[in-house]
């Protein structure tokens, strides 16, 4: 079994920043894709950023040049840098990891979700 835990989010003005973080423990062998995911009130979770094992990212329109996802295999933890935020990316966080939990099971990639974490961007 593995466990995701974020941290680090907020309540912050708007121009702001945070950074989240995403620690992986459990049985881990290897963790390849992570990404965040948002949901805001009312709306559909979406995503928001991800970032391949070996360290290829991709963002959603609305928040390049502003978020930045990055990731240390080392410490199985995942962030994301949140820079200029706006109120509209009020939202509960999501981190996500595809875990390999074994050497002898490389096909069995199961897919974990965070518990959330609350950002709330003010005007």
């Known amino acids: 079994q593995v466990q995701l835990v974020e941290s680090g989010g907020g309540l912050v003005q708007a121009g702001g920043s945070l950074r989240l973080s995403c620690a992986a423990s459990?049985?881990?062998?290897?963790?390849?894709?992570m990404g965040w995911y948002r949901q805001a009130p009312g709306k559909q979770r979406e995503l928001v950023a991800a970032?391949?094992?070996?360290?290829?990212?991709n963002y959603a329109d609305s928040v390049k040049g502003r978020f930045t996802i990055s990731r240390d295999n080392a410490k199985n933890t995942g962030y994301l840098q949140m820079n200029s935020l706006k109120p509209e990316d009020t939202a509960v966080y999501y981190c996500?990891?595809?875990?390999?939990?074994?050497?002898?099971?490389?096909?069995?990639?199961?897919?974990?979700w965070g518990q959330g974490t609350q950002v709330t961007v003010s005007l």
């Open positions: 970032i391949t094992s070996g360290g290829s990212t």
């Open positions: 996500t990891a595809h875990v390999i939990s074994s050497p002898l099971a490389m096909s069995a990639v199961q897919l974990y």
């Open positions: 459990g049985t881990i062998f290897r963790i390849n894709g």
